[in-house]
T-cell receptor
Framework: DAGVIQSPRHEVTEMGQEVTLRCKPI?????LFWYRQTMMRGLELLIY????????DSGMPEDRFSAKMPNASFSTLKIQPSEPRDSAVYFC????????????FGPGTRLTVT | KQEVTQIPAALSVPEGENLVLNCSFT??????LQWFRQDPGKGLTSLLL?????REQTSGRLNASLDKSSGRSTLYIAASQPGDSATYLC??????????FGTGTRLKVLA
């Protein structure tokens, strides 16, 4: 398996623009997680899905953030409108409930909002 | 609310040393604990997962132990190598599938 795939790897955008981050989980995994990592706050869970259904989005910072999982092999995290404080590395991870939530991370998307 | 702490924040050792990284958590009612390494500019690589019913897990030169009653986990690295240089993170799941991450220990192994 290719592991968790994220695109783009780097994104530079101007304040106010819409940003869409993409994730393909490991085939067969039933949980998908979106995290954000910054120097100040470390790794924070934003939202997670089980069998394509959002379970907990309490970590989503505000209404400008939204996430979808239309099928088992694809998820998006959207920021609209983007702000400079959204600059961070965004990670997607997936796991299978049969292995006790051992999470596998993608390489991340480094977002810079100017 | 679960809090996860990793001490020390940074560690520098000569090659060949055995070393221990620490992870402490405030709520002992955990489902599992996972150790990761993160290389600069990269994603997280899973090292070991310890479920709540287990006391330790081993993989190669790595051994992770779990003591729920004291709220501690340790990651033991035997015969350290320069390639082990990375940031090591522990993450705790209290049964909700939501990981709480520690702030990490930045390890540098000197050749």
């Amino acid at each position: 398996d290719a592991g968790v795939i994220q695109s783009p790897r780097h994104e530079v955008t101007e304040m106010g623009q819409e940003v869409t981050l993409r994730c393909k989980p490991i085939s067969g995994h039933d949980y998908l997680f979106w995290y954000r990592q910054t120097m100040m706050r470390g790794l924070e869970l934003l939202i997670y899905f089980n069998n394509n259904v959002p379970i907990d989005d309490s970590g989503m910072p505000e209404d400008r953030f939204s996430a979808k999982m239309p099928n088992a092999s694809f998820s998006t995290l959207k920021i609209q409108p983007s702000e400079p404080r959204d600059s961070a590395v965004y990670f997607c991870a997936s796991s299978w409930s049969g292995t006790g939530n051992e999470q596998y991370f993608g390489p991340g998307t480094r977002l810079t909002v100017t | 609310k679960q809090e996860v702490t990793q001490i020390p924040a940074a560690l520098s050792v000569p090659e060949g040393e055995n070393l221990v990284l620490n992870c402490s958590f405030t709520d002992s009612a955990i489902y599992n604990l996972q150790w990761f390494r993160q290389d600069p500019g990269k994603g997280l690589t899973s090292l070991l997962l310890i479920q709540s019913s287990q006391r330790e897990q081993t993989s190669g030169r790595l051994n992770a132990s779990l003591d729920k009653s004291s709220g501690r986990s340790t990651l033991y690295i035997a015969a350290s190598q320069p390639g082990d240089s990375a940031t090591y993170l522990c993450a705790v799941d209290s049964g909700t599938y939501k990981y709480i991450f520690g702030t990490g220990t930045r390890l540098k192994v000197l050749a």
